[in-house]
């Protein structure tokens, strides 16, 4: 049995399945949703025509509605902000010379439109998912006060280095963090690279699912060179609450959102993307990049890159650094090469100016 049949066999409520019906921008999904012709609605056989048109593929092929969107404003974020959003915090520098930087971060129970019409009830740090893009530079002190303003218990765990007290972890140091209460985290930011941080409280799957989760940069002492950086989140939506699988998959909070907004970057400069998984329930995610290759970097916690390639492959809690250069301008798509996630949602476009 396909999730996708489980998700058509009545977990949903009927009003809900009517809205989906109605509002996702996504023919694949309406075969989803629907499990059977039967379903077939004036909306399904508009959208068909519509991706034939967009696409040349026919309504078997990867296909999208395009001009709908989510209200990006009443979310309180957009992915196209998200791609370059980094959080730097507040810094001052300590008598020992030491640089101390400090965030502030809010758990939230919120809900989210995830797709147009389709709201989800989200779980965040500071409002948005993914949660704020923390950065800091190897070797200064950080400090994050955690404020628990969602009605379920919660932590943050780091990746990195730090003293067991500060693992955000149930029973140790701080423990879980109730509703109402805060606590303070504190460690060095090491080793550089490209980690990543998520609440850390049983059932865990369902913390992370729901939204609990973000990137962290430790930039290198020397810094890296110059380029255009974009940060790329990949997670799913188990819009069911069934534990078993994704309903949606998206890059940076919304599914399909830069097939209506690609991601805009220059011809011939450099692009350093921050790519991370936190997919929940899927065991594998991947990116794959169209017309172009990329170098490399693991964890980004060396400045060889492994690998000069067009796709890779990572489980949850794996990330990567790629640096690329797009030759030639125009539209170049980019996707999961696990093709089912990028037909329901996992999917966009770079446009290449110049
Ligand atoms: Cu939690």
């Known amino acids: 049995m396909s999730r996708r049949k489980l998700l058509a066999g009545g977990v949903v409520a009927a009003p809900t399945l ?150 955000g972890i149930p029973d140790i140091g701080a423990g879980i963090i109730e509703p109402g209460k805060s606590t303070v985290y504190e460690f060095e930011a090491e080793p550089f690279g490209l980690h990543l941080y998520h609440c850390h409280v049983g059932p865990l799957a369902e913390h992370i699912a729901r939204g609990l989760y973000g990137t962290f940069i430790v930039d290198p002492k020397q810094g890296r060179a110059e380029a255009d950086e974009l940060v790329m989140v990949q997670h799913g939506y188990n819009t069911t609450f069934d534990g078993e699988g994704n309903q949606l998959y998206a890059v940076n909070g919304i599914p399909f959102h830069y097939m209506n907004e690609p991601v805009r970057v220059n011809r011939g400069e450099p692009v350093r993307i921050y790519l991370v998984n936190v997919l929940e329930y899927d065991p594998i995610n991947s990116f794959h990049i169209h017309g172009n290759f990329f170098d490399y970097f693991p964890t980004g916690t060396r400045l060889e890159p492994t690998e000069f390639t067009d796709t890779v492959i990572q489980g949850q809690a794996q990330r990567g650094i790629c640096e690329l250069r797009f030759p030639h301008a125009g539209p170049f798509m980019f996707h999961a090469h696990k093709t089912e996630f990028a037909e329901l949602g996992w999917m966009g476009f770079f446009e290449v100016e110049g």
């Open 18 to 167: 009517a809205l989906l019906h109605e509002t996702i921008p996504h023919q694949g999904l309406h075969h989803a949703l629907s499990g059977s012709a039967s379903a077939q609605t004036h909306d399904e056989a508009a959208h068909a025509a519509a991706a034939k048109m967009a696409h040349g593929g026919g309504a078997e092929g990867p296909t999208f509605r395009a001009g709908e969107s989510v209200d990006h404003a009443a979310n309180g974020f957009n992915p196209t902000e998200i791609l370059r959003d980094f959080d730097y915090g507040e810094t001052r520098r300590l008598g020992s010379g030491r640089v101390l930087r400090e965030w502030q971060l809010v758990a939230s129970d919120k809900e989210i439109e995830v797709a147009p019409g389709l709201s989800f009830p989200a779980w965040t740090y500071n409002g948005r998912v993914p949660g704020p893009t923390l950065r800091a530079r190897e070797g200064e002190l950080l400090r994050i006060r955690f404020v628990n303003g969602s009605h379920h218990p919660h932590t943050i765990h780091f990746h990195g280095l730090h003293p067991s007290v500060m693992d």
